[in-house]
Structures are given as C-alpha cells and as structure tokens.
C-alpha cells in the first residue's frame, strides 16, 4: 500500500514507474485478454525501469521472499491466473478483476512494484472485460480511500478461506465504487464549467 503513497518528488521510482503504467494501459487492453503473461512482464518493465536492475525487468523473481509463496509456486499460480483470465466465464468482472488484484498482491511474482503491477491488473481487467472500458474509473483512488482496510483484506484473500476472499472482493467492489463516485464528479464539474 506505500506505493498508493507516491512521494511528492518527480523522480522518485515509484512515481515515474506509476506514470509509465498509467501512460500505456490503455495499448495493453489486447495484449492483457490473450497473453495476460505477457502483459505482465511489460507493466515490470514500465513499472520498476528506473528501481532494478534491466537484467531482470519483466521476468518473476527467481529468489525467495518472506511472507510470499516460492518462486516455483509463482510460475504455477501465475500459469492458472493466465488461464483463468484467457478462458471465457460467466463471472463479473468486478470480482475477476478482484482475484487477479489479490493473486498478484499474494504472489508478489517480481519482488519490486508488485503493487503498482497488481492495481494496474485490476484496471486492466475492468477494462478488457467491458466494465470500464474507456477507464473513467481509478480503482487505486478507491482503495487510497479505504487504505485502512487495505492490508487486513489482503491478509484475508490470501488465507484462501472463502470468506478471506469474500471479503477481499467486498472491499475491492467497495474501492470501485468509490472511485467510480470519485469519477463522476470529477465529470460533473467539467460539465459545469
């Protein structure tokens, strides 16, 4: 979550990263419903440039790191993600978008940015599965918003219990809808003049 709190300086990694993300999400919509691993080792690229080392942008961590799964079990679930998100479903988007968040959060699969990489999947997601299409709505906004229940409903998906990832779809439907509010008035004011 330190990364929804860029610092106020320009050149600070986290900033740069978050506005070459923010500048070619719209180019990935593509690319993110047939080769959503692909997409991912781009938003890397973007994301963590100017914070690691280029021999290692793109591609998932290759070392352990504490409180996440190993790398083997990253390249595993990363493989079912990549699956869930190229196979047609019935469910909403609001909660696929949801999973692939709280799944990346949990896997951390590069060890620097994986937040900034997790909400710009979830955007993503929105995006391509036709519930934002034009990406009027910032999910991030949302969750700046409910920060405080951020981290707690993270510890929830990855329990894995059906009621840690309820409440991890609970709290990323209600950070969409305040970001959608967040939007509208934004919208409404430049009706206004």
């Known amino acids: 979550m330190d990364e929804l709190r860029a610092t106020e300086h320009p050149s600070d990694p986290v900033v740069q990263g978050s506005l070459r993300v923010s500048a070619e999400l719209g180019t990935l919509t593509e690319t993110w419903r047939k080769a959503p691993r692909q997409a991912l080792a781009r938003l890397h690229v973007l994301a963590a440039a ?111 219990t059906s009621e840690g990832v309820a409440r991890w779809i609970g709290h990323c439907s209600d950070a969409v809808a305040a970001a959608a509010r967040d939007s509208q008035a934004i919208c409404e004011a430049f009706m206004r003049g």
């Open 50 to 160: 100017d914070a690691v080392d280029s021999a290692v942008l793109g591609r998932p961590r290759d070392h352990s790191l504490d409180d996440a799964p190993e790398p083997s079990d990253v390249a595993a679930r990363l493989d079912v993600l990549s699956t869930l998100l190229t196979t047609p479903t019935k469910a909403p988007a609001l909660v696929v978008a949801a999973v692939v968040h709280g799944e990346l959060l949990t896997l951390r699969p590069f060890g620097w940015g994986d937040g900034l990489i997790a909400r710009a999947a979830q955007r993503l997601t929105l995006i391509a599965r036709g519930l934002d299409p034009k990406s009027l709505v910032a999910p991030e906004v949302g969750h700046l918003e409910l920060s405080e229940e951020y981290a707690e409903a993270l510890r929830s998906y990855a329990s894995g």
